[in-house]
Structures are given as structure tokens and as C-alpha cells.
């Protein structure tokens, strides 16, 4: 049965702290991992991974992919308050559509 | 502003009663997607169309059916609500099967007593 994991599934840091969130992923036919942040409402897209290896970076946020590993991280230096979300992985398969979600990991930065 | 809206925003329902979800998306996309979203399960696909004309299942179809109107409107609809739909449903449209991510509409919270 396919699967998306994250790990931790909570976190409190303090503005300034460097975090690192976890996904690991048990999939079959493989295509993509995207990272989405969910504040109140609904998720917004941050980053499609394909290819092992190659980070992708927007601000200080930053993603890579480990297809050897099945899993990828998702860096957030010198966080902010307004980084506290909940950060979701997910999966998209080659058979058409198919997206696994993983649980999320729930990110508060306190002041 | 661009994106797919959803309606109601809120809704509660007595056990047994039947309601429709209603989404529309303004980006011509081709693909269209109704999850709901619980603590601890992250988000699970209801029903999925990839294009206008089709639908197809995903990981919890059971209870729901749904109609894609046209290219831009895509409703889901409880004909039998029951407790366990108690949840946040989500609609999110992607032009290229997901290859490109989601957007997502703003939610709907529905109760169900």
C-alpha cells in the first residue's frame, strides 16, 4: 500500500532556528514530491521535486530529494513566525493523478 | 483573483441529510480534485476528473458522487450524510495532471450531527 510519511509531526522553535523537516515515502511508480504549506486555510504549492539531488531553493526555504532513500527534507533557516504552518509532503504517481499526502508536520515559531 | 472557489465555507448537517459541495476554478485548467482532510491523515483524494467529461475515484469514494459540470465547475455531493463525513473538504485544480502542483480552494468545514 503506498504511503507518505513525515517526520516530525510537531515542532515548536524559536524565531532564528534552522528546521528540518522529514519525508520518507513508500510508492509505487514514482513521479514527483511536492511540499505544500498550510496556514488557516488552504495549502500552497512550495516545490515539486523530480530529480535526486538537486535542491531547490525559494527564500530560506530549500528542498531536496533523495530517490535512493525515498525521501526528502525541506530546510527553513532563520524562521520567522510566519513560517508556523502545517507543512504537507506528498507524492504523485505516473499512473495518472494518483497524489499521496502524507500526514504533515505542524511547525510553530514562537517569538 | 484568479483560483478555484468553494462554497459553502461552513456547513452542518443532520445525519441522513444530503448536500452539494460546489467548486469552480477560473485558470482553464484541465484537472480537477475533491479531498477531505482529517487530524493525523493528511489529505485524501475523494474523486478526481482529469478532464472535462470524466471522473474517477480516488482513496475514499464511498458515500460521495460527483459531477464535473463543465471545464470549470466541479461539485461534490453527500447523498446520505453520515458522522464519519465530518471533515474539511478541499477542491484543487492542476492544468497538467498535477506536473505543475495544485491550487487549492479555501475549504469547507462541514459537520455532520
Known amino acids: 500500500e503506498d504511503k507518505v510519511v513525515q517526520s516530525p509531526l510537531s515542532l515548536v522553535v524559536h524565531e532564528g532556528d534552522t528546521v528540518t523537516l522529514n519525508c520518507s515515502y513508500e510508492?509505487?511508480?514514482?513521479?514527483?514530491l511536492l511540499w505544500y504549506k498550510q496556514e488557516k486555510k488552504a495549502p500552497t504549492f512550495l516545490f515539486m521535486l523530480?530529480?535526486?539531488?538537486i535542491e531547490k531553493k525559494s527564500g530560506r526555504l530549500s528542498s531536496i530529494l533523495d530517490k535512493k532513500e525515498l525521501s526528502s527534507i525541506l530546510n527553513i533557516t532563520a524562521t520567522q513566525t510566519g513560517d508556523s504552518a502545517i507543512y504537507l509532503c506528498?507524492?504523485?504517481?505516473?499512473?495518472?493523478?494518483?497524489?499521496?499526502f502524507g500526514p504533515g508536520t505542524s511547525l510553530s515559531v514562537i517569538p | 483573483n484568479a483560483g478555484v472557489t468553494q462554497t459553502p465555507k461552513f456547513q452542518v448537517l443532520k445525519t441522513g441529510q444530503s448536500m452539494t459541495l460546489q467548486c469552480a476554478q477560473d485558470?482553464?485548467?484541465?484537472?480537477m480534485y475533491w479531498y477531505r482532510q482529517d487530524p493525523g491523515m493528511g489529505l485524501r483524494l475523494i474523486y478526481y476528473?482529469?478532464?472535462?467529461?470524466?471522473?474517477d475515484k480516488g482513496e475514499v469514494p464511498n458515500g460521495y458522487n460527483v459531477s464535473r459540470l463543465n471545464k470549470r465547475e466541479f461539485s461534490l455531493r453527500l447523498e446520505s450524510a453520515a458522522p464519519s463525513q465530518t471533515s474539511v473538504y478541499f477542491c484543487?485544480?492542476?492544468?497538467?495532471?498535477?506536473?505543475?502542483?495544485?491550487?487549492f480552494g479555501s475549504g469547507t468545514r462541514l459537520t455532520v450531527v
Open positions: 484543487a485544480s492542476s492544468e497538467r495532471q498535477g506536473l505543475d502542483g495544485y491550487t
Open positions: 510508492v509505487t511508480n514514482f513521479r514527483s
Open positions: 523530480t530529480s535526486s539531488g
Open positions: 506528498a507524492v504523485l504517481k505516473t499512473s495518472y493523478d494518483k497524489v499521496i
Open positions: 485558470m482553464n485548467h484541465n484537472s
Open positions: 476528473s482529469a478532464s472535462e467529461g470524466t471522473t
